[in-house]
């Protein structure tokens, strides 16, 4: 079957450095998305992920190895509305996304 | 530019009943989808389309209609609500099914059925 894993929760300092990983195991790969949910708020996009590597978008940063299906979310110099849940997708081979639960990240002053 | 706009924003059934929910988008994108999100899982997707005449299920179609008739529209009909399909509903746009551009995702329809 396939897979997406992340962390439930996390809980991070404001103005420090956190990092979420996503494990994934899809039939196929063709890109993994990260994506953005306020509470209560639809997903916004932050960033797409097809080639090994990191991709640096301001504050965020988002890393993937295809070969170990693993895929982390850097942001840095976090700030309160950060908070948020941070959800990691995959598109398969038959381009449709798998999504994985989502991590609640919670920013503590 | 108004973006994917769903309607309505909550909505509160009996079991049994029926109603439409309303997504239209305004960026000309080809690709459309409704997904909904339920506590502690990843979204699921109910059904898709590629283009305006074409659609196709996705993970959880059953109890769920959709149609295609022009590019901007892709409204879900609920045809007997069940408990179980208490939900968040989320319709998304694409410009292709590739998604290398991302999701624009409408605002969500918060459906309670009683």
């Known amino acids: 079957g396939q897979n997406i894993d992340q962390p439930t929760e996390m809980t991070a300092t404001e103005g420090a450095i956190v990092q979420i990983n996503c494990t994934y195991q899809t039939s196929g790969f063709n890109g993994l998305f990260w994506y953005q949910q306020h509470a209560g708020e639809a997903p916004t996009f932050l960033s797409y992920n097809v080639l090994d590597g990191l991709e640096e978008k301001g504050r965020f940063s988002s890393f993937l190895s295809r070969s170990k299906g693993y895929s982390y979310l850097l942001l840095k110099e976090l700030q309160m509305k950060d908070s948020a849940s941070y959800l990691c997708a995959v598109l398969d081979s038959n381009y449709q996304l798998i999504w994985g639960a989502g991590t609640k990240l919670i920013i503590k002053p | 530019n108004a973006g994917v706009t769903q309607t309505p924003k909550f909505q509160v059934l009996k079991t049994g009943q029926s109603m439409t929910l309303q997504c239209a988008q305004d960026m000309n994108h080809e690709y459309m989808s409704w997904y909904r999100q339920d506590p502690g899982m990843g979204l699921r997707l109910i059904h898709y389309?590629?283009?305006?005449?074409?659609?196709d299920q996705g993970e959880v179609p059953n109890g769920y209609n959709v149609s295609r008739s022009t590019t901007e529209d892709f409204p879900l009909r609920l045809l007997s609500a069940a408990p179980s399909q208490t939900s968040v509903y989320f319709c998304?746009?694409?410009?292709?099914?590739?998604?290398?551009?991302?999701?624009?995702f409408g605002s969500g329809t918060r459906l309670t059925v009683v």
């Open positions: 389309s590629v283009g305006a005449g074409i659609t």
């Open positions: 998304a746009s694409s410009y292709s099914e590739v998604l290398d551009y991302g999701y624009t």
